[in-house]
């Protein structure tokens, strides 16, 4: 899916498709443990994916990653 795409959808529409590829993600990399996958360029697809679909759920929020607080490490 192209980012335009992504923006055509609602803020509840990226969620629910984050959580439906987080879930597949997870099946991959446990599936990958145990056996070789039918296709394992579908693992990278959908980590590229996620980040879109990610990345567009920020934007719409109105935050971005330069807008974020620094971490600091400090004690």
């Given at each position: ?23 597949e993600?997870?099946?991959l990399?446990f ?26 759920q920020?934007?719409?929020a ?5 807008a ?8």
């Amino acid at each position: 899916m192209k980012a335009t795409q992504i923006r055509e959808l609602s803020l509840d529409e990226i969620a629910t498709r984050i959580k439906d590829l987080e879930r597949e993600r997870f099946n991959l990399g446990f599936r990958s443990g145990t056996q070789p996958l039918d296709d394992p360029l579908r693992l990278r697809v959908v980590r590229r994916e996620l980040a879109r679909l990610k990345t567009v759920q920020r934007q719409k929020a109105g935050t971005s990653a330069a807008a974020a607080p620094a971490r600091t490490g400090g004690k």
